[in-house]
């Protein structure tokens, strides 16, 4: 079935960086993925480790000075790296949308809701305004937002956390995008309303047969939408494959240690390991595998020289000299 | 339809608390439909603005004059309404002009940042520098003949009036550029914009769909506070001989007018100088009424 059409996303070989008056710094190093038509590909990892910049690049939205250094983005084939703004501007909320972290501050608090619902598709669809505000109401009722009609005529401040992330899924997903970001969207809301909230998501993904690109540092979260995982450390994808492999047979001890400061309902443990030490900031990246400090199984060849992804299985890929071995 | 939540509304609903900006609001109001309905004084007292009737000079009050006239026998109380009509409008209109260009310059310089900020708030920085009173002086004395502009505009009655909209345009648009820029540097790293961004709009769309609203209650601010200023300043330059050309009357030209006789008529001086005094600290009331609105959280 889906499998078999070629990937809406591909990602190959892509390195982000800063450019600054002493150099180059490169923050993402080398990563590949694929996103398939209709699936999750969840991108996992602490914070500072690229993910929201693997984000963002995909948009071509890179935060001043920061740089596609090398590799492509390709959207159905069509290269994104380098392309002009204008025709990005026709990409982005069309074909690529986002949802933001933070749904209390990425909605203009002088606008109604349904007004900002109904911009992309102004922007976009060529509608008249009055026009796409029926639609809007319809996408306000679609994401599930009771009373759309008068919802439509509030503003942020009138709505709670997660009504207003509601509206942003509504505003990402308004002109039925083939590709919807997400960026922890969760992660600032209660818990019972994340629930909901990853309902929706994986309702509306079924609806219009969106693929989403997942960014989170939550396991939990993660193992309810994801298809595929990538877990990504300094920079890196250090571990690949579908969620069954990662989350079931974990290769790469970071992606254990990780998995391990989850709290699960099936196991009961007084107090939740922690991993020692912290990511290390991509100027103090050391040469060898960047996790070998905090390693438990770090061996010399480990500080020295940084380890090449191993395909384990068709599907599942680790990088890791102990991966070799075992 | 009024959204009883927009931000608008919601500052409205506070600025009805505030009296002093209230009764200001007022004031203002009044005075302007009564300068818009000059011409119907003229009909009830049987005279025009300009004419002149040297048998009643300096006359005190009467019926037919209720304010007296002035030494060339005109009346005072409809000089006064028309001079009213032109100081009000000239400060309506110069500050509005002088708050788009500011607007317009200080959201490129905050929003695009780098040089463009660089080459822009150096030009703002420069234009505040200047010498404000030796300027404009300059700039009224331009012979307009020899800019090589249409006869009929430099002949015109109203010349003397664009030249004032258009002097005080170019030089008070700064404190507003700056105002803007300041907010749009902040309000640019706000999410919001980000998530524009997101949905595809252009730099020009988010500046001007969803920077610039959030910028209007400041902007609504100085310009109302600009208002008062704006008419000082044409006082100032009609009080110099080089605003308002009579005869067509301002209240800074009556005021030229009166100083010669300020022993003989008193009176002359006092009219337009109490009205100036009133507009401009009305003006200045609303401004702070509407600060206090707009921005609850600020204390004073």
């Known amino acids: ?15 982000i960086g800063f450019e600054s008056d002493s150099g180059i710094l490169s923050v993402v190093e080398d990563i590949s993925f694929s996103l398939n038509s209709g699936e999750t590909l969840a991108l996992v990892g602490e914070s500072g480790c690229g993910k929201s910049l693997t984000a963002l690049a995909m948009l071509q939205l890179l935060p001043p000075f920061g740089k596609v250094l090398s590799g492509s983005i390709k959207l159905h084939g069509k290269e994104l790296v380098g392309l002009a703004d204008s025709s990005m501007e026709a990409i982005r909320g069309n074909q690529i949308s986002m949802i933001f972290q933070e749904p209390m501050s990425a909605l203009n608090p002088v606008f109604t809701v349904g007004q900002q619902v109904a911009e992309p598709l102004i922007l976009h669809k060529d509608m008249s305004p009055s026009e796409a505000y ?7 009722e679609a994401v599930g937002i009771p009373d759309p009609i008068s919802r439509a005529n509030n503003y942020p401040h009138q709505l709670s956390g997660g009504m207003r992330q509601r509206v942003m899924i509504a505003i990402a997903l308004a002109c039925e995008p083939d590709i919807l970001i997400a960026d922890e969207p969760t992660t600032a809301l209660d818990v019972t309303i994340q629930a909901q909230i990853l309902d929706l998501m994986h309702d509306l993904q079924e609806k219009f047969g969106t693929s989403i690109l997942f960014i989170s540092h939550d396991f939990g979260v993660v193992s309810r939408m994801a298809d595929e995982i990538a877990v990504m450390y300094a920079g890196r994808v250090i571990e690949q494959g579908t969620a069954t492999d990662v989350l079931v047979e974990p290769k790469h001890p970071y992606t254990t240690a990780l998995l391990n400061t989850t709290p699960r309902i099936d196991i009961s443990v007084d107090r939740l390991p922690a ?14 595998c960047c996790f070998a400090p905090r390693c438990s199984l770090a ?24 991966v070799g071995h075992g | 339809m ?4 927009s931000p608008l509304f919601l500052a409205m609903r506070r600025f009805r608390r505030h009296r002093l900006a209230i009764f200001s609001a007022c004031v203002l109001l009044s005075m302007i439909v009564l300068v818009m309905i000059a011409p119907l004084f003229e009909i009830l007292l049987g005279v025009s603005a300009n004419q002149v009737d040297l048998y009643s000079r300096m006359a005190g009050s009467s019926l037919a004059h209720p304010l ?9 109380f409809l000089r006064l309404l028309y001079g009213g009509r032109i100081s009000l409008f000239t400060g309506l209109t110069a500050a509005c002009f002088a708050a788009s260009i500011g607007t317009v310059i200080g959201l490129c310089a905050g929003y695009f940042g780098g040089r463009l900020d660089a080459l822009l708030m150096r030009l703002t920085d420069s234009v505040i520098a200047l010498p404000l009173l030796p300027l404009l002086i300059v700039l009224a004395a331009i012979d ?5 502009l249409p006869e009929a505009i430099v002949q015109s009655e109203d010349v003397s009036f664009y030249r004032i909209v258009l002097i005080v345009a170019l030089t008070g648009w700064t404190t507003v550029a700056r105002l803007v820029r300041g907010a749009t540097l902040s309000l640019k790293e706000r999410e919001f914009v980000m998530a524009a961004q997101g949905i595809g709009a252009s730099d020009r769309h988010i500046m001007f769909r969803h920077i610039l ?14 208002v008062g200023s704006v008419i000082l300043l044409e006082s100032v330059l009609s009080f110099l001989g080089l605003g308002i050309q009579p005869p067509m009357a301002s209240w800074g030209n009556m005021l030229t007018n009166a100083q010669q006789l300020i022993w003989e008529a008193p009176l002359l001086a006092v009219y337009p100088g109490l009205l100036i005094f009133i507009t401009v600290i009305s003006f200045n009331f609303l401004g702070d009424g509407l600060q206090d609105a707009f921005d609850p959280k600020a204390e004073h």
Request: proline share 10%.
């Open chain 1, 134 to 140: 029926q639609r809007a109401i319809e996408m306000l």
């Open chain 2, 2 to 5: 009024i959204n009883q939540n």
């Open chain 2, 144 to 148: 307009l003949n020899k800019l090589g």
């Open chain 2, 68 to 76: 007296g006239t002035d030494e060339l026998g005109r009346d005072v």
């Open chain 1, 1 to 15: 079935m889906t499998a078999k059409q070629p990937p809406v996303l591909e990602v190959e070989h892509l390195s």
């Open chain 2, 213 to 226: 609203p959030n910028l209007l209650s400041p902007i609504i601010v100085a310009v109302t506070l600009s």
């Open chain 1, 275 to 288: 991993i020692p030490g912290r990511v290390p900031t991509p100027a103090e990246r050391p040469q060898g």
């Open chain 1, 299 to 322: 061996s010399d060849i480990c500080s020295s020289e940084r380890p090449m992804s191993i395909q384990l299985t068709d599907s599942h890929s680790a990088a890791c000299y102990e």
